[in-house]
């Protein structure tokens, strides 16, 4: 079992910045690789970021590449999400979650992710 629980979230004017962090509870943070997602109004959850057990590996969602950065704490049980450049369309609940995976990679279909988050809330003011 793990808990997830997020925090970072806020408002913030266009093209600032926010770190995102996610502590995790239980001793097997290791073996679980890590993503993002966020949900806006009316809209399905749609994956932001994720990265490998050992933090190697990352992927992005295009609408985010270049200004967003993904990373990992092993030793804290913490994974972050540093944003910058933000733009309104940005604004949405972000959802940390943990994926089990017995081999190095990631994945970024929300469905297979095993454990969430209870979101935290990011608004860009234009």
């Known amino acids: 079992q793990v808990q997830l629980v997020e925090s970072g979230g806020g408002l913030v004017q266009t093209g600032g910045s926010l770190r995102l962090s996610c502590a995790a509870s239980?001793?097997?943070?290791?073996?679980?690789?890590m993503g993002w997602f966020r949900q806006a109004p009316g809209k399905e959850r749609e994956f932001v970021a994720a990265v490998s057990r050992s933090g190697v590996i990352t992927d992005y969602a295009d609408s985010v590449k270049g200004r967003f950065a993904i990373s990992r704490d092993n030793a804290k049980n913490t994974v972050y999400l540093q944003m910058n450049s933000l733009k309104p369309e940005d604004t949405a609940v972000y959802y940390c979650?943990?994926?089990?995976?017995?081999?190095?990679?990631?994945?970024?279909?929300?469905?297979?992710?095993?454990?969430w988050g209870q979101g935290t809330q990011v608004t860009v003011s234009s």
């Open positions: 979650a943990a994926d089990w995976m017995p081999t190095v990679g990631i994945r970024i279909i929300p469905n297979e992710y095993d454990y």
């Open positions: 239980g001793r097997t943070f290791s073996s679980y690789a």
